[in-house]
């Protein structure tokens, strides 16, 4: 189903087959009603090979409700055909996807992505803030299963670009720090893809001698010092505003010159191109991704020369 344009209202669903007669990708999403939500949803619905076959919100009366119980969303959905549900699980077990895209909380993220797993169904997840031990046994169980899973913290591919720039950078420089900016409802601080930055720059940076960095805080604490968390030895500091959506700078220093990298995202749509390209490659993989840059140099029309890195 296509959004209305004045409204962002679901329209009818398509049919089931793609242009040319191939199979479409089933896809289900979870974290429906949220902001990353909402625009999954709507680039799922513009792409003639997929299809919606189920949505998952907390706040949806779910299957058997009447069609003016839960949300104007729910309503909107069901009213095309979706089916919808407050229970991710009962959503895979009734609608037999082939991804499950979501973008719900570090909390709930892992039990999800498992229980799609356990159910033959390949995870897409934008998820930020997951464990690494939750990391490491959801890779385990999609390598036992012969599934593709895609972890990946931002979906952005000038964030991914920013991050090939600034390996690239860092041999060149002595010291540098991360800025993370995010909106005033982003819970996890540092931001993963500032975390990703420091950890893939810091042990390339030139140290003749090593400069000094800040001790990190107590584990699980946000920490106090003005000089930032240090990760990999780079201080890493986070702003949290309103008004702001996904911004990530790194700032390289040496004798009398500074280089500074920056991403910008002005809003979510800029995030859809990536999690399109991961719900596709996804169906071709078997184990755990959680690098977009990974799925870039490997995507068909990716380019030459690309390879995988760590």
């Not at 191939?22 to 680039?43: H, K, N, T, Y």
């Not at 909106?183 to 042990?203: I, N």
């Not at 010092?225 to 700032?251: F, M, N, Q, T």
Request: aromatic residues 2%; charged residues 20%.
């Amino acid at each position: 189903m296509d959004r209305d344009q004045t409204g962002g209202t679901p329209r009818e669903q398509r049919p089931s087959a793609a242009k040319g007669g191939a199979r479409r990708i089933r896809v289900a999403i979870a974290g429906v009603s949220g902001r990353m939500g909402r625009e999954v949803l709507a680039a799922v619905q513009a792409e003639p090979d997929l299809t919606l076959v189920g949505a998952v919100s907390r706040g949806f009366a779910g299957k058997g409700a009447g069609l003016a119980a839960g949300s104007a969303l729910e309503a909107d959905l069901r009213s095309c055909g979706v089916a919808t549900f407050a229970d991710t699980k009962r959503c895979l077990e009734a609608t037999s996807p082939d991804v499950l895209v979501e973008f719900t909380s570090s909390a709930v993220s892992p039990g999800l992505i498992l229980a799609a797993l356990e159910g033959g169904v390949r995870p897409v997840s934008g998820t930020t803030g997951m464990p690494p031990e939750r990391l490491l046994e959801i890779g385990a169980l999609a390598e036992a299963k012969r599934l593709g899973a895609v972890v990946i913290p931002n979906f952005s591919v000038g964030a991914t670009v920013l991050r090939i720039l600034a390996r690239t950078a860092a041999p060149f420089f002595g010291a540098c720090e991360v800025v993370e900016l995010h909106h005033d409802q982003k819970r996890d601080a540092p931001s993963g893809t500032a975390l990703a930055l420091a950890e893939v720059v810091g042990p390339r940076l030139l140290r003749t001698p090593p400069l000094p960095v800040p001790a990190p805080p107590a584990q699980g604490a946000r920490g106090s010092d003005p000089r930032g968390l240090a990760v990999a030895g780079v201080p890493v500091h986070s702003v949290r505003l309103p008004g702001l959506v996904a911004h990530h700078e790194i700032i390289f220093g040496a004798t009398d010159e500074t280089l500074t990298l920056r991403h910008d995202s002005l809003s979510r749509v800029s995030f859809m191109p990536g999690v399109l390209l991961a719900v596709r490659a996804v169906m071709r993989l078997s184990g755990l991704v959680t690098s977009l840059e990974d799925l870039l140099a490997n995507r068909p029309d990716g380019p030459s020369g690309a390879r995988r890195t760590p």
